[in-house]
Structures are given as C-alpha cells and as structure tokens.
C-alpha cells in the first residue's frame, strides 16, 4: 500500500462525500508549509492523511484529525489498513499516533469499545466540543431558528449602517485577530499562515473571508472554510470600537448564507466551552471565565451542542510517550 501522491488522495476523496475538511488535500498542503509533513494512504475503501511533526532527536508525533476515512465513527477493525499506518509511523519514529475520529459520541450511544492496540488520549487537539447549526430547508427557516435577539442584533447592524461583503483584504484581517487576541488572550497564527489558507482554499470555492465595515473601516472579520456538506467557522476577529453597532451578527449570518448556498446541510462554529454539557442553563447564562461569552454568541444563532467521540493513542514508544502524559498532565494543574 504505497503513499499517495495528492492527486491519487484527491480522486480518493471524491468517493467519499462525508469526508471532514481537514482530511482535505488543501489542510495537508497547509500544514506541510508550517512545521508538519502530510502523508497519505489508503487501503481499499479505507485512507487516511497522517501529520507528522518533527521532534527532538529525531522523533516525531503523529497525527489523523478527524479520520480515517471508509469506516463507520469509532470503528477500527481494519487491521490491514493499521498494520500500515504503523510501518509509516516507525519508520518516521513516531512516539505515537493520535487518531481524533469524525463522529459525535451521541449518534453512537454509548462508547465503542477501545480497539486493539489504542488506549484513550489524556487530551484533544481539535474542540472535542462544538456547536452545529441545521441548514436544511430554506434560507429564510434557518435564520428563524435563531434566537430573537441575535436576529434582532443583525438587523440592528443594518440602521446602523454595517455593510458585510466578501474581501480578500487579509492584511485587515490580521490586524483585527491580533487586536483580538490582545483582548481576549488567545493564540493567532502568522500572517503567512492565513495568507497561505486562503491562498489553497479560496480558488477551490472551500473558503472565504468577510469584513463588516462602518464608513469603509473595518469592524469585524471572519474565514470560514467548507467541505463537502459541511461548513466550519474557523478564524473569526472584531475591533475593539464601535461594538454597539454589533457588526459580528451580520458578519456571521452572512458567512452562514455562503455555507448555506454552496450546499452545506451544516455549519460547525468550531468550539464550546468542554463543560457545557455537564452545567445548567442558568450557568450558561451568568458564566464570564474563559469563552463562555463567545459561545453565548455562537449559541444565538442557533444549533446543537455536540460531544465528538473520544482521541485515541496507539504508542510506539512507551517510555517517550508517558514522558508525554507527565508533561501535558502538569499543564492542567498550572
């Protein structure tokens, strides 16, 4: 079973529709620019795109996000296909290999057993959390799930005089993650990073940037990404004046409308708190730590929260990776 070039793993993914965005050939060829290395392979029905990330010594970590492909969520009877995906993982001396599957752990009830030779991840790279919206049926019925105060705000943003249009203004863009990331304390990639996403996705139709301007200056700013059936809110940044004209309502609905009309039957706002599940509404409600407040605005445009299933590791190097396990656990308590 050779590695696939990235023509083969495209032809690969045309017979398989449900296939998450980031098993694309574009999400590899991003990774590939900044630090990872994507191989791809297939075994009859089942394939995967396998990150590898360079370590020290010559080591490297192993990655399948939202994969792999061919087989039912949390199903991993393929040993053909494993025994595989572990010769490439060796002979790239991997520690391990995380495997995050594409599926929400309620569809399946309770949890599948563990397979042979993985045992659970004590963390996830992607949101295990998530909110997704439904975009079936008409335009006008997804905009009346919404909560009456989120279709009232984006209307509010129209006599305001917020206009939403597409751009290719990245510069804007990136201006408005880092004011963002300044106020609310979170990670923003390079310049290049975004520069080179939209460079991959855009000209395939999987991408799009939106600015929501007051009198030609920029307020807010979302990328957002599609594959298959499925659209995804990825990057998303505001301005720190002008607030009360509520520019990011607008700015998200019409990121929706493009997911809606390219044929998405639904749109993922990437990322919940990861306890929401387990807290009442009122907490919902009144909480102020962390990102609850973006999810109250996530929240509002309707949608259902959603548990993906559980990461698993399959290890190759047991003492390099409880080394691991110790250090990611100190991570929690500090």
């Not at 993985?118 to 975009?135: K, N």
């Not at 963002?180 to 304390?185: L, P, Y």
């Not at 009122?282 to 299933?309: C, N």
Request: aromatic residues 14%; glycine residues 8%.
């Amino acid at each position: 079973m050779p590695e696939l070039s990235l023509a083969d793993w495209r032809t690969f993914l045309e017979q398989h529709p449900e296939a998450h965005l980031l098993q694309s050939g574009e999400w590899g060829e991003l990774k590939s620019a900044f630090g990872w290395q994507a191989v791809r392979v297939v075994n009859g029905e089942i394939g995967a795109q396998i990150l590898f990330r360079r370590l020290p010594l010559g080591y490297s970590f192993a990655y399948i996000p939202k994969g792999p492909l061919g087989t039912d969520p949390g199903s991993f009877g393929h040993p053909e296909f494993w025994r595989e995906v572990d010769t490439i993982c060796r002979r790239r001396r991997a520690i391990f290999l995380k495997v995050e599957p594409d599926g929400w752990q309620e569809t399946l009830g309770a949890l599948p057993p563990l397979p042979p030779g993985f045992r659970r991840s004590p963390h996830h790279i992607q949101p295990r959390v998530t909110l997704v919206l439904d975009l079936s049926g008409r335009e006008e019925d997804v905009f009346e799930r919404m909560k009456p105060k989120t279709r009232y705000n984006i209307r509010l943003a129209g006599r305001k005089e917020v206009e939403v249009h597409a751009s290719d203004d990245l510069r804007a863009f990136y201006n408005l993650m880092q004011i963002t990331s300044q106020r609310e304390a979170f990670h923003v990639h390079s310049p290049d990073y975004y520069r080179r996403a939209y460079e991959l996705f855009h000209p395939r139709g999987m991408c799009e940037l939106f600015l929501a301007t007051y009198q030609g200056k920029p307020l807010a700013a979302v990328m957002v990404f599609a594959a298959k059936k499925s659209g995804y809110y990825f990057y998303g940044a505001s301005a720190n004046e002008e607030r009360n004209r509520k520019p990011t309502y607008p700015l998200q609905w019409e990121a929706i409308r493009w997911a809606y009309r390219r044929g998405c039957i639904e749109y993922d706002m990437w990322g919940a708190p990861p306890d929401v599940l387990q807290v009442s509404e009122d907490e919902i409600e009144t909480r102020e730590d962390g990102l609850w407040g973006v999810y109250r605005f996530k929240r509002g445009f309707g949608g259902v929260t959603r548990q993906a299933l559980p990461a698993l590791d399959r290890v190759y190097q047991p003492f390099l990776y409880a080394f691991y396990v110790r250090r990611f656990a100190r991570r929690q308590t500090e």
